[in-house]
């Protein structure tokens, strides 16, 4: 009987630590998570800035884009027209985290951070233009007055919320 509660126990025990494990595990998966939207609506902001702030794009085109991506990717969600202007917003409130042409020294790629790169093995096949670089577009200042670690903690809607109500940048950190 004393063995009996003593391995309960120890089951007990075993289960707390386990759970402990699969716990930490969700949160860091959700940080990375974070981390690669960011950088996907980044990217996204930046080429929708550039084409519909250019005239490229006329009146309508978030809708028309949005649905179509909706067609061709089914079960999509978050890339709606509304969502679309706020990644634009979202790009255009941290321009100063944009830099496709390298990455200096003293900054981290979003992407570099989660220990991935963009190799020629990479899941989805290049095609011949390659339009948005979610690898290498947004960079992080890896310098004490930029709070990166929360910054990418953050998920996109509290960002956007961010952004509705602060006006400057020291407001948003």
């Known amino acids: 009987m004393k063995e009996n509660k003593l391995t309960i126990t120890q089951y007990n025990h075993a289960a707390e630590v386990i759970k402990t494990a699969i716990l930490q595990g969700q949160y860091e998966a959700l940080k990375d998570e974070h981390r690669i939207q960011l950088a996907v609506y980044f990217c996204t902001g930046k080429y929708v800035c550039e084409n519909s702030r250019s005239g490229e794009w006329g009146t309508g085109a978030l809708t028309t884009i949005s649905n179509r991506l909706r067609k061709i990717l089914p079960g999509l969600r978050g890339f709606s027209a509304e969502n679309l202007k706020k990644m634009r917003l979202f790009y255009e409130a ?12 003293g900054h981290n790629s979003v992407i570099a951070i989660t220990e991935l790169s963009n190799t020629s093995e990479s899941v989805i096949a290049n095609t011949e233009i390659q339009e948005i670089d979610i690898y ?7 310098t004490l007055d930029f709070p990166a670690a929360e910054f990418l903690a953050v998920p996109f809607t509290h960002h956007s919320r961010i952004l509705s109500k602060a006006k400057t940048t020291e407001e948003r950190y």
């Open 94 to 105: 941290w321009t100063m985290l944009d830099n496709t042409s390298s990455i200096p020294n």
């Open 136 to 142: 290498h577009t947004m960079i992080i200042p890896n």
